[in-house]
């Protein structure tokens, strides 16, 4: 066994198996490409649909992904195969989400300023995103603001033996931007070792990178 937290002690900590799937995706909490290399070498990295061990097994397309700051990153994500069942599994790194062509910064640093009071045609000003794409992201999140309020506050209380709970917020969206945010602080004070996660990989990891996406969370914790 490894000594210190497991890499992906996040999505363990989440009660999720260590990479969570969907659609034959496996989000990697680590995205660093040696690591994922590294561990797919080591066969750490389990089949969500068997528990077998992941191989390599080439790459996905590549594929831009807009960021905060500075021109796109190349995403060239790493495709796994089954050494039991022979399903193949793309590798996509947690500050990503699924299906988005921008990283979970951005739209997290969407969904802050939306949780401080701004419209959606200010915030696409500021991020330089369609407002169609921001209108798009909030509508998505607000419908689902106090299911993911609620995923983040038992996350929150189980992580932290001392959860300091979020004070009230305006409305359901800022409520569930600060209990995200308040679990990522109790993460990074349980686990020092750890090092810095990025609140919005944090949540990605957290939701299998399904943060925005339809149904996220539904009715069962893993519910596909
Ligand atoms: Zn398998």
Do not use: Y
Request: charged fraction near 15%; glycine fraction near 14%.
């Amino acid at each position: 066994m490894r000594r210190g937290p497991p890499r992906d002690l996040l999505a363990k900590l989440w009660g999720g198996p260590p990479e969570l799937t969907l659609g034959g995706v496996v989000l990697t909490v680590n995205g660093d490409g040696a690591l994922v290399e590294r561990r797919l070498a080591g066969g750490e990295l389990a089949c969500p649909g068997c528990g077998g061990v992941l191989g390599g097994w080439g790459h996905a397309r590549p594929r831009p992904v807009r960021v905060l700051d500075g021109p796109d990153a190349g995403l060239v994500p790493r495709r796994s195969r089954c050494r039991q069942c022979g399903a193949t599994h793309v590798l996509l790194p947690a500050w990503c989400l699924l299906r988005r062509a921008d990283a979970g910064a951005v739209i997290g640093a969407a969904l802050e300023a939306a949780a401080a009071g701004a419209g959606h045609r200010a915030i696409a000003a500021v991020l330089g995103r369609p407002a169609s794409t921001v209108r798009g992201w909030l509508r998505r999140f607000a419908a689902r603001a106090e299911e993911v309020r609620v995923f983040f506050t038992v996350l929150l209380a189980r992580t932290s033996p001392d959860p300091v709970m979020p004070a009230g917020a305006a409305g359901p969206v800022a409520a569930a931007v600060s209990a995200i945010a308040g679990a990522a602080v109790a993460v990074a004070q349980r686990w020092p070792e750890l090092g810095t996660v990025p609140v919005w990989t944090a949540a990605s990891a957290a939701s299998g990178g399904l943060l925005i996406a339809p149904g996220w969370p539904g009715q069962g914790r893993n519910a596909s």
